[in-house]
């Protein structure tokens, strides 16, 4: 995605906030887990913008929050999430690419914005969307890409990936895991590009004996349809070799002469998994809209491990009007454990925000959201939640408060 340049604008935001749904890693007392619900207050501030120096790119989108809540004050948390993109060109033909995604949150929202001011998609990161418990979670993704540009038209990318998604919770899998890649592109014409990637990842899981490892490849394609108008994909599959160990029940005859109930057993699959993706994003002064989908193999959420997944997106900010600011995002994930429990699971996101300048600092801001979690295998897993806000917002600027 081509950023356009925006100045660095930080904002700060006091809000009333209700949510539905809470729920930790837990049983009630009736052996149930818990459905709470609690009006809070939420204090949130951040800082986005984008800009270009003669060999360099930064683009920048951080934001933060405090959120108290009267009732279940057990899940009152602070959540932080970081974009940032910096592209640096050493000489005419090598550019070194560095992209971060970071965080923690204890209540995710399961929807990743599309932001104007970052020049690269979140949901190339491992970012945890599909979480189903209100449990404290700190990811981070570390990308870095050397890119030679052989010449006008051809030009090759050698990269790697370091992520950790980390679970509070010991009921829960946190994993550790590494991406290599390399890729081949070549210019057919102004506005088109074609090529061929191979990658590489290992996932390895805490608490539990399961790893995985992955090779993939795929075809790609690029076009610019447009000045800010962009549409890019990727077409292949990957080869997936998951190890799995546990204990299994030994035959009672046995049992009775070696003295012990349960063995070991190592469990080994190999399978093939479609592997596409395609985005169409939009970017213009005044906001991004952008429409995704594709079909590949992530860590899971914790509870479930290593998982294929189809995911769908779509999101549109905009502030072009005079006073108003509007956005909304949603999105759809239907996955299927390949890990440690065999089983489909998934669910739908979505929330609408809205932004009214009231002066040239001051605005109101309100949003609502809704995660429905569903899953033919697992009765349990099938629950919707909801949250609200309305409040406060002061940024500087002469347009109003740009909302994600």
């Keep these: 995605m081509e950023a356009p340049q925006i100045s660095f604008r930080p904002f700060v935001e006091v809000s009333a906030v209700y949510d539905t749904g809470l729920s930790g890693v837990g049983l009630t007392s009736a052996g149930e887990l818990a459905n709470l619900s609690s009006p809070g207050i939420q204090v949130a501030g951040g800082i986005s913008g984008y800009h270009s120096w003669r060999h360099t790119q930064l683009g920048l989108d951080y934001r933060g929050n405090v959120t108290e809540f009267q009732k279940a004050t057990y899940y009152s948390n602070t959540s932080q999430s970081l974009m940032l993109g910096i592209k640096h060109q050493f000489t005419r033909h090598i550019f070194l690419n560095l992209r971060e995604t970071a965080g923690m949150f204890s209540y995710g929202s399961g929807v990743l914005p599309l932001s104007e001011a970052v020049p690269f998609d979140p949901g190339q990161s491992y970012v945890p969307v599909t979480d189903f418990f209100d449990n404290r979670t700190i990811y981070g993704t570390t990308q870095a890409d050397l890119i030679i540009q ?17 679970m509070r919770s010991t009921a829960l899998d946190s994993v550790l895991g590494a991406t290599a890649r390399g890729d081949v592109q070549y210019r057919l014409t102004r506005r088109t590009t074609i090529g061929a990637n191979y990658t590489y990842s290992h996932f390895s899981f805490n608490h539990v004996y399961s790893s995985t490892d992955i090779h993939g490849a795929a075809a790609t394609y690029a076009v610019r349809l447009s000045r800010s108008l962009e549409f890019t994909g990727y077409g292949g599959f990957m080869r997936v070799e998951t190890k799995f160990i546990q204990d299994v029940p030994v035959d009672p005859t ?57 995911d769908i997106s779509a999101g549109y900010t905009y502030t072009g009007l005079r006073r108003w600011s509007f956005g909304a995002q949603g999105s759809y994930q239907n996955a299927s454990s390949i890990g440690n429990i065999y089983g489909a699971y998934g669910g739908e996101n979505g929330n609408i925000t809205v932004s009214r300048q009231l002066s040239r600092a001051v605005h109101v801001v309100a949003s609502g959201g809704v995660r429905r979690y569903t899953s033919p295998d697992f009765p349990l897993y099938n629950r919707t939640f909801y949250d609200t806000r309305i409040g406060i917002g002061f940024a500087p600027g002469d347009v109003p408060l740009r909302v994600w």
């Design 150 to 166: 052989k010449s006008a038209r051809l030009s090759f990318d050698f990269g790697g990936d370091g992520f950790l998604n980390r």
């Design 254 to 310: 046995i049992a009775a002469i070696i003295g012990i109930s349960e063995s070991p057993e190592v469990i080994y699959s190999v399978r093939y998994v479609p592997n596409v993706s395609a985005r169409l994003s939009q970017t213009f002064q005044h906001g991004v809209a952008y429409i995704s989908g594709g079909h590949t193999v992530t860590p899971g959420n914790g509870l479930f491990l290593t998982s294929t997944l189809t």
